[in-house]
């Protein structure tokens, strides 16, 4: 059962919001029909900032629940109504590859971002990203956004991720324990949150290169003071990555 929110159109009055809003209830029952459509989402955000703010508070939160239920069920399983940043920046994260601007956080080519068709984000491949000290912290890592042939830089893998209660993981408390410097200039793309810097931090481990199929060193990674971590890695060609994947196989009967 939805619970209505009072809030007013602040645009201006030739905004056609003067003349009344649909009930929450109807706008929740057109976005279920239309399968909670992310691209119709945004754009009835733009419309005014009543709309927004039941997008944000109501429409981004469903299409969450829609498009990784057990994930979602998971994140809120310590009783929380809500998710670290917003749930329309957890909506962006799942299906939007931020990938790099030319003066960005990643010292690579220039790759812009885009959207995903499809994604999967596992708790398991999560646990490869995180140094033993941090094992018990629940991060979902999605599969490598794939941009081959990028000149100089070969195959670059871009990835992204999210963790369960960071205000009280391990990561985040090693993080300010080293005194892991914010980037100066940018930020979160999913929700402007300040970064901090993991491979600075000495944060990330060789499992991460090996889950990846990536070389040794490559990868790079940010996490941002709301949890949101995005990252990329100069991948190894296919037939490298096959033996790493080969390796770690061994590696579990060492």
């Given at each position: 059962m939805l619970v209505p929110k009072q809030s007013r159109c602040t645009?201006?009055?030739?905004?056609?919001?003067?003349?009344?809003?649909?009930?929450?209830d109807a706008i929740f029952l057109v976005f279920e029909h239309l399968n909670w459509n992310p691209r119709l989402i945004a754009l009835m955000s733009c419309v005014c900032k009543w709309f927004d703010e039941i997008a944000k508070r109501i429409l981004w939160k469903?299409?969450?629940?829609?498009?990784?239920?057990?994930?979602?069920?998971?994140?809120?399983?310590?009783?929380?109504?809500?998710?670290d940043g917003n749930w329309k920046a957890l909506g962006k994260l799942l299906i939007y590859?931020?990938?790099?601007?030319?003066?960005?956080l990643f010292n690579i080519t220039c790759v812009p971002g885009h959207f995903v068709h499809r994604t999967r984000f596992s708790r398991t491949s999560g646990k490869s990203f995180l140094i033993p000290q941090c094992r018990t912290d629940v991060l979902y890592v999605c599969d490598p956004c794939e941009h081959l042939d990028q000149g100089d830089d070969g195959d670059v893998g871009f990835f992204r991720g999210v963790f369960k209660s960071f205000s009280?993981?391990?990561?985040?408390?090693?993080?300010?324990?080293?005194?892991?410097?914010?980037?100066?200039?940018?930020?979160?793309?999913?929700?402007?949150?300040?970064?901090?810097?993991m491979l600075q931090a000495k944060m990330i481990p060789r499992s991460a290169c090996i889950r990846l199929g990536a070389?040794?060193?490559?990868?790079?990674?940010?996490?941002?003071?709301?949890?949101?971590?995005?990252?990329?890695?100069?991948?190894?060609?296919?037939?490298?990555?096959?033996?790493?994947?080969?390796?770690?196989?061994c590696s579990k009967f060492d």
């Open positions: 645009h201006s009055a030739a905004c056609v919001c003067i003349k009344g809003h649909l009930s929450e469903e299409f969450c629940r829609t498009r990784a239920p057990k994930m979602m069920l998971d994140l809120q399983s310590c009783g929380s109504h809500s998710v590859c931020s990938g790099c601007s030319q003066r960005g009280a993981s391990k990561v985040r408390k090693m993080l300010i324990e080293r005194q892991a410097k914010l980037h100066s200039t940018e930020a979160c793309p999913y929700c402007k949150a300040k970064l901090w810097n070389y040794d060193d490559s990868v790079e990674c940010y996490v941002c003071l709301n949890g949101h971590m995005l990252g990329t890695s100069s991948l190894l060609p296919l037939s490298d990555s096959d033996e790493a994947s080969d390796f770690e196989q």
